[in-house]
């Protein structure tokens, strides 16, 4: 399923990304690399998805979370 899907409070494990190498790298640097475990603050409606991978938190557009795989 994509990160869009993840309803907020959740936690996942990042699988894979569907799209290039330029926005696989990015979410790397991130931290967001395959079995991160990764927990979704907020992801309602529309606006970012806000989650934490680690002890860092972020928002990714929904463009970007949408092609990333967890499960």
Known sequence: MSLTDVKTGKRVRFVAVDGGHALQG?????????????????????????????????????GMADKILVI
């Open 26 to 62: 990015r979410l790397a640097a991130l931290g967001l690399v395959p079995g991160a475990e990764i927990q979704v603050f907020q992801n309602e409606g529309r606006g970012p998805v806000i989650l934490s991978v680690g002890c860092s938190r972020m928002a990714l557009g929904r």
